[in-house]
């Protein structure tokens, strides 16, 4: 009877596995501002094999929410766990899409691609700037955000940037090495 339990219990891990792999998809929903509403971002595996880090092609998804096709943004993931996150990077009142595809080889920092929306466009444009450098947090200044571009034992390199709206580009303002004390 033992036997039997084991064999159901190992059967159903692996059907659990193989749905979960063929219809893989990460959702997220944010409003961008309070004038254009709430929109859906959907991440597609075009490859139909599990998220690691090897590459996989996918695309995201984004409609409003009544499911009106807003933007399609073809993406490499090349992490086990790609996600969402939606900051207003630059202080210009719209939220932006920071997308986790991958990370540094030792896994310690995630490297978001960056996607800033623009609204004379109406829609996101990648960051070439910010995309892939390392871990993104908003700075205290407004427009700055605040970049930790290496982070081992001996201490960490961050980089502060700031967002000119008129210009439409982001400037290096700053930049530290902190080592750790000995």
């Known amino acids: 009877m033992r036997k039997i339990i084991f064999i159901f219990l190992g059967l159903l891990s692996l059907s659990a596995n193989a749905v979960q ?4 998809t990460v959702v997220g929903s944010r409003v961008i501002n309070s004038t254009l509403g709430e929109f ?8 139909h094999r599990p998220y690691s880090y090897d590459t996989n092609r996918a695309e995201i998804q984004i409609t409003s929410i009544e499911g009106r096709p807003i933007q399609t943004i073809p993406v490499e993931v090349s992490f086990p766990r790609p996600g969402f996150d939606f900051i207003d990077l630059n202080d210009d009142g ?42 993104i947090t908003k700075s205290n200044q407004h427009g700055c955000v605040n970049i930790i571009l290496e982070r081992n034992i ?29």
């Open 21 to 24: 792999t063929k219809s893989e």
């Open 40 to 47: 859906h971002f959907v991440l597609h595996n075009l490859e």
């Open 94 to 135: 719209y939220i932006d899409l920071l997308f986790y595809s991958s990370d540094i080889p030792n896994g310690s920092i995630p490297l978001p691609e960056i996607y800033l929306y623009i609204p004379k466009l109406n829609r996101f444009v990648k960051s070439t700037t910010l995309s892939g450098n390392g871990e």
């Open 154 to 182: 001996d201490g960490y390199t961050e980089e502060e940037w700031c967002f000119t709206l008129e210009t439409g580009r982001w400037k290096k303002v700053k930049e530290n090495v902190n080592q750790i004390g000995e």
